[in-house]
């Protein structure tokens, strides 16, 4: 499968535990996405990569969200001292960009997300 | 910032009826507009996308959608249901860094 993959799929965790989620895009994709998903709602953008570099942060993301993708390849997700309200569907995507593949926007592939429960 | 509304929220549909889902944005510049589908216990797929050219697109599975400038609107079509495609569609608005904005989302479900 030659698709983003997400691991681990679920994660129970107790509130104030720090969890780590990562994240393998497509190989050739130099764009990496981090969105969460909450019961009801659509997808809400937390942040992006352009191969290493870490270029917007929504305002979703506090201070215990940090995110890195150290070799422009995998990316890792870390939530510190988690809070009942950090559950939810934490999903990953990649894309080709306009440096690699021309200046039209480029569809985003989706991972299968990983499921944060906080109890 | 951009928004995306989806106003259909749940919609029920017997087999071979037609469907169409509303999907409105605010955004003031150029958009690039996407339909994504979740099938049940599966991760989001492009359904079909418009960056420019015929306001018009057909995507898979016999679906199009219909960009409208002037009323900010990208509704998605389908002539015939089928079981299959019972789902959950996202409407998703993206601008120059492709960063998506999503709606809330449309629960189709099909009935045999």
């Known amino acids: 499968d030659t698709g983003v993959s997400q691991n681990p799929r679920h994660k129970i965790t107790k509130r104030g535990q720090n969890v780590t989620f990562r994240c393998d895009p497509i190989?050739?994709?130099?764009?990496l996405y981090w969105y969460r998903q909450t019961l009801g709602q659509g997808p809400e953008f937390l942040t992006y990569?352009?191969?290493?570099?870490?270029?917007?942060k929504s305002r979703l993301l506090s201070d215990r969200f940090s995110a890195e993708r150290p070799k422009g390849s995998f990316s890792t997700l870390e939530i510190q001292r988690t809070e009942q309200g950090d559950s939810a569907m934490y999903l990953c995507?990649?894309?080709?960009?306009?440096?690699?593949?021309?200046?039209?926007?480029?569809?985003?592939?989706f991972g299968p997300g990983t499921r944060l429960t906080v109890l | 910032a951009q928004s995306v509304s989806q106003h259909n929220h749940h919609v029920i549909l017997s087999e071979a009826a037609s469907l169409e889902l509303g999907c409105n944005y605010s955004?003031?510049?150029?958009?690039?507009l996407f339909w994504y589908v979740q099938y049940p216990g599966q991760h989001l797929q492009l359904l079909l996308k418009?960056?420019?050219?015929?306001?018009l697109v057909k995507g898979i599975k016999g679906f199009e959608a219909e960009f409208i400038k002037s009323k900010f609107s990208f509704n998605l079509r389908k002539p015939s249901v089928q079981w299959s495609d019972t789902a959950e569609y996202f409407c998703?608005?993206?601008?120059?860094?492709?960063?998506?904005?999503f709606g809330t989302g449309t629960r189709l479900q099909v009935f045999p």
């Open positions: 998703a608005v993206g601008t120059n860094t492709d960063k998506l904005t």
């Open positions: 995507a990649s894309s080709l960009d306009y440096v690699v593949a021309g200046p039209s926007p480029h569809e985003q592939f």
């Open positions: 990569f352009q191969n290493e570099a870490q270029l917007e």
């Open positions: 418009y960056f420019s050219g015929d306001p």
């Open positions: 190989s050739e994709h130099n764009r």
């Open positions: 955004y003031g510049g150029t958009v690039n």
